[in-house]
């Protein structure tokens, strides 16, 4: 059974640091392109920070570009996102997932890997505030 398991969020005041895992079972994280979302109730998912199969490539959105670094350690089956200078925008649900969709610049990064391939986390809460 395929599992992914995000951990590591919480509370912390504003330019505070967090670093989210995204952890699996059942399958090989560095044989997908690996996802961070965010999402807000009442506002659409947010595509936040990818990395490519073999972690050869990272992207991130605007917002976070320069305060966050996603990476991969393969030993563990994990996928981190390191979360420095937190702001309160940045308050959401974070989840990880098997694909990638962000906006970064004037460029949309994508990659689906099909319903049959399509993981979930089941989401950690940061929170951000004083």
């Given at each position: 059974q ?15 640091s ?10 090989i994280?560095?044989?997908y392109d ?6 807000v ?16 490539n990272?992207?991130?959105t605007?917002?976070?570009?320069g305060?966050?670094t ?10 981190f996102?390191?979360m ?15 694909q ?6 004037t460029?949309?990064?994508s ?7 399509e993981?979930w986390g089941?989401g ?7």
């Amino acid at each position: 059974q395929v599992q992914l398991v995000e951990s590591g969020g919480g509370l912390v005041q504003p330019g505070g640091s967090l670093t989210l895992s995204c952890t699996a079972s059942g399958l090989i994280l560095d044989d997908y392109d690996i996802g961070w979302f965010r999402q807000v109730p009442g506002k659409d998912r947010e595509g936040v920070s990818c990395i490519s199969q073999g972690g050869a490539n990272t992207h991130y959105t605007d917002s976070v570009a320069g305060r966050f670094t996603i990476s991969g350690d393969n030993v563990k089956n994990t996928v981190f996102l390191q979360m420095n200078n937190l702001k309160p925008e940045d308050t959401a649900v974070y989840y990880c997932a098997t694909q990638c969709a962000l906006k970064s610049g004037t460029t949309y990064y994508s990659m689906y890997p099909g319903p049959e391939r399509e993981y979930w986390g089941q989401g950690t809460q940061v929170t951000v505030s004083l």
